[in-house]
């Protein structure tokens, strides 16, 4: 069975400060690692890493795919209020009927205070 | 575009009673997947659809949750009979089939089963 395990589970900082989220996998056939954000309601896309793409950057955001440990980390320089969610790390499975399942981790809570 | 569309946002009703979750996904999209959303377990798929048809129903919890996809624009989750371990946040997600992994949340079911 697939499985995402994130760390921390919860953190709290202060704006302007620069936060490290961690996510470890195993799954049957690596397929691709992604990152969600969920502030109120639904989750939204932030990236997505595979063999072919492991580092990406989005403004104030990046992420790196380690395949050798098996692992990912999501950057956040400069933190600021709104970035204040649960960010949620998810594998996605590249065999047979699996295709297209994620398996999702538990989730970071990040709050950024003023 | 709307984006996905989920309905009722908020259910409430009592033990025993039949609920019935809606989806409409995102005009053209090939997939269309159920999640539960709880604190202790997180995010878990429920069932995907590829083109209508299920593909992998193996998270759905036991004989009480049903799925159907009766078109390409419409989905329902049935619980029946509800029971209080029920009450979460029921997300439908749809994604095109060449990016099958950057699914794109609805808003959400609350369901509370007293």
């Known amino acids: 069975e697939d499985k995402v395990v994130q760390s921390p589970l919860s953190l709290v900082v202060h704006e302007g400060d620069t936060v490290t989220l961690n996510c470890s996998y195993e799954v049957t056939n690596f397929r691709s690692l992604l990152w969600y954000k969920q502030e109120k309601k639904a989750p939204t896309f932030l990236f997505m890493l595979?063999?072919?793409?492991i580092e990406k950057k989005s403004g104030r955001l990046s992420s790196i795919l380690d395949k050798k440990e098996l692992s990912s980390i999501l950057n956040i320089t400069a933190t600021q209020t709104g970035d204040s969610a649960i960010y949620l790390c998810a594998v996605a499975n590249a065999g047979g009927t699996s295709y297209g399942k994620l398996t999702f981790g538990q989730g970071t809570i990040l709050t950024v205070h003023p | 575009d709307a984006g996905v569309i989920q309905s009722p946002r908020h259910e409430v009703t009592e033990m025993g009673q039949e609920v019935t979750l809606r989806c409409k996904p995102i005009?053209?999209?090939?997939?269309l997947f159920w999640y539960r959303q709880t604190m202790m377990r997180g995010l878990e798929l429920l069932i995907y659809f590829n083109n209508n048809v299920p593909i992998d129903d193996s998270g759905m919890p036991e004989d009480r949750f049903s799925a159907k996809m009766p078109n390409a624009s419409f989905s329902t989750l049935k619980i029946q009979p509800s029971e209080p371990r029920d009450s979460a946040v029921y997300f439908c997600?749809?994604?095109?089939?060449?990016?099958?992994?950057?699914?794109?949340f609805g808003p959400g079911t609350r369901l509370t089963v007293l």
């Open positions: 997600a749809s994604s095109f089939w060449e990016t099958i992994n950057e699914q794109f």
């Open positions: 005009s053209g999209h090939d997939y």
């Open positions: 595979t063999s072919s793409g």
